[in-house]
């Protein structure tokens, strides 16, 4: 009951905040500290790193304008924030799939969004490869905003202050495809997620270190889930079958390869900040961490494609249920979902 007060009261506060918001629409205040890409001392080097679109605070500033602009979807309605809440470590809290213009639902469950510059393919089934044209998908998309980058591109040559915007942050007025998707990836590339109590602990910071049950459930973890949840991103980036259905009514990734030995299969979902990104699975069908972990424990179906390591699925007693789901909540980091400098205002 108390998580579910939390909950409502955050949407509350949010909505309250976005109708701030929507009065000062034209107003964009410049970060007056400087816009920097930061790499966790426990992170690789990432896959992107601006050397073809150099960050910069007003860059940042647009992109983050932009990634909030409602009036860029068809119907006004929705804009990029509105899928992806940052409440939420920026998915969408409380929906299966996405909801776009018209009340539309899509067909999978919003992903969240940060450490995007470490990842070479997005989406559930991995069909873009490059994260500054990642935003095409949900600006195209009839479910998500429904328009096309040309009208985009036109509502904001004839739309104050885009104009001065763009010429502060690229020194011309012009506006074009390519401009508003790099100013975007400015801002969502900037979003790194790294300094949860995992992170802490294995950076050995102020003495942080795990309770006896996180550290069980740690130990439980590297042992029966990061053949797939690999360390630091609690992913691999590969697409697997983990047995939800017997015969899956999503294609999944095969929808990109035309593999017969795709089907069915999807990216696995990093595993930060999974606190706050229920629902869960490419469908939104879990709702608790409870459900994921049951499913595992004794839910899996033996798909045609099901991944060789859930054969057997991953039995855990009731104390060990409860020492993992310990070890996942020292994945959240809520020093990057209450960053004011990701907020709408």
């Given at each position: 009951?108390?998580?579910?007060?939390?909950?409502i009261?955050?949407?509350?506060?949010?909505?309250?905040?976005?109708?701030?918001?929507?009065?000062?629409?034209?107003?964009l205040?410049?970060?007056?500290k400087?816009?920097?890409?930061?790499?966790?001392?426990?992170?690789?080097?990432?896959?992107y790193?601006?050397?073809?679109?150099?960050?910069?605070?007003a860059?940042?500033?647009?992109?983050?304008?932009?990634?909030?602009?409602?009036?860029?979807?068809?119907d006004?309605?929705?804009?990029?924030?509105?899928?992806?809440?940052?409440?939420?470590?920026?998915?969408?809290?409380d929906?299966?799939?996405?909801?776009?213009?018209?009340?539309?639902q899509?067909?999978?469950?919003?992903?969240?969004?940060?450490?995007?510059a470490?990842?070479?393919?997005?989406?559930?089934d991995?069909?873009?490869?490059?994260?500054?044209?990642?935003?095409?998908?949900?600006?195209?998309?009839?479910?998500?905003?429904?328009?096309?980058?040309?009208?985009?591109v036109?509502?904001?040559?004839n739309?104050?202050?885009?104009?001065?915007?763009?010429?502060?942050?690229?020194?011309?007025?012009?506006?074009n495809?390519?401009?508003?998707?790099?100013?975007?990836?400015?801002?969502?590339a900037v979003?790194?997620?790294?300094?949860?109590?995992?992170?802490?602990?294995?950076?050995?910071?102020?003495?942080?270190?795990?309770?006896?049950?996180?550290?069980?459930?740690y130990?439980l973890?590297?042992?029966?889930c990061?053949g797939?949840?690999?360390?630091?991103?609690?992913t691999?980036?590969?697409?697997?079958?983990?047995?939800?259905?017997?015969?899956?009514?999503?294609?999944g990734?095969?929808?990109?390869?035309?593999?017969?030995?795709d089907?069915g299969?999807?990216r696995?979902?990093t595993?930060?900040?999974?606190?706050?990104?229920?629902?869960?699975?490419?469908?939104g069908?879990?709702?608790?961490?409870?459900?994921?972990?049951?499913?595992?424990?004794s839910?899996?179906?033996?798909?045609?494609?099901?991944?060789?390591?859930?054969k057997?699925?991953?039995?855990?007693?009731?104390?060990?249920?409860?020492?993992?789901k310990?070890?996942?909540?020292?994945?959240?980091?809520?020093?990057?979902?209450?960053?004011?400098?990701?907020s709408e205002?």
């Open positions: 009951m108390l998580r579910k007060i939390t909950v009261a955050v949407l509350l506060i949010s909505i309250a905040m976005m109708y701030a918001c929507s009065k000062n629409e034209d107003e205040t410049p970060e007056e400087k816009i920097t890409f930061s790499v966790p001392a426990n992170f690789p080097a990432p896959a790193n601006f050397e073809d679109n150099k960050l910069t605070n860059g940042f500033a647009l992109g983050k304008k932009l990634f909030y602009e409602a009036r860029l979807s068809a006004k309605s929705v804009s990029c924030g509105s899928c992806h809440q940052q409440f939420a470590a920026f998915t969408q809290l929906h299966k799939v996405s909801h776009g213009v018209n009340n539309c899509g067909k999978r469950n919003t992903p969240p969004l940060f450490n995007l470490w990842q070479k393919a997005f989406f559930w991995g069909g873009v490869k490059n994260i500054e044209t990642s935003p095409l998908n949900a600006i195209t998309d009839a479910c998500e905003m429904g328009t096309d980058i040309q009208t985009i036109a509502f904001l040559k739309t104050a202050p885009y104009p001065d915007l763009f010429k502060q942050a690229f020194g011309s007025t012009e506006i495809s390519q401009l508003i998707l790099k100013s975007i990836t400015q801002f969502t979003l790194v997620s790294g300094n949860s109590k995992y992170d802490k602990v294995m950076r050995k910071e102020s003495g942080t270190s795990f309770t006896p049950t996180e550290q069980a459930g130990n973890f590297k042992e029966k990061t797939c949840h690999a360390e630091p991103f609690f691999d980036f590969s697409y697997r079958s983990n047995g939800l259905d017997l015969v899956s009514s999503d294609e990734r095969s929808h990109i390869t035309g593999l017969a030995s089907f299969k999807f696995v979902p595993l930060r900040n999974i606190e706050y990104t229920s629902p869960y699975m490419h469908d069908r879990f709702y608790s961490l409870d459900e994921v972990i049951e499913h595992y424990n839910g899996v179906k033996a798909s045609a494609n099901l991944d060789a390591q859930l057997n699925g991953i039995p855990l007693s009731s104390t060990e249920k409860e020492q993992i310990a070890f996942l909540k020292t994945l959240t980091d809520n020093e990057f979902i209450k960053n004011t400098l990701y205002s």
